[in-house]
């Protein structure tokens, strides 16, 4: 948890524009069940766009936290839109916009450090145009089990990652 922690203030305040608004990304962490749980408790608050963090194996040396992290970007959408609708409303207008910021926090913060043994493939992105919902219409992640309560469209980032989180939170808890 202590990762996730560190990832929620980093991420913290990314804003992105869309339409003649502005879109505040949320962020939260954890596993199908706090996703789910997550979402419901959320109401008739705004949820999307969300960053979430996948709970993950890490090991500590020396301060530093080590991680394969997984991140997904979900933006609402529509299930019965065609690919490229959802191609210029959710990737283009919502996903790509917070995927470059994300990209942009983690190389200009000297307490996280992405890394891999090929410089070209720092992060790997899969798209999940309606993230979890079978070709029959019911939410699935290869069980019984939906992904989410509502129907969005994803983009899923994996990547290496160090980070020395307790130096991120703590220069949150003196501000």
Known sequence: MIIATALGISLGGIVIPFEDRELSVKYHY????ELLLWVKSRGNLEKYPLIW???NRFTEVDGWY???ARL?????TKYNELNNWRAENSYVNIINPITKEVINIRSSDVNIQVYSSNPKTKFIFRDEPN???SDNNTEKTGSDKSVNI???????ITFRMRIKADCIINKKLKK
């Open 30 to 33: 954890g596993d199908q069940k």
């Open 53 to 55: 963090y996948v709970l």
């Open 66 to 68: 080590d991680v394969e």
């Open 131 to 133: 993230y979890g919902v």
């Open 72 to 76: 997904v970007i979900m933006a609402h």
């Open 150 to 156: 509502d129907i969005v469209d994803a983009r899923i």
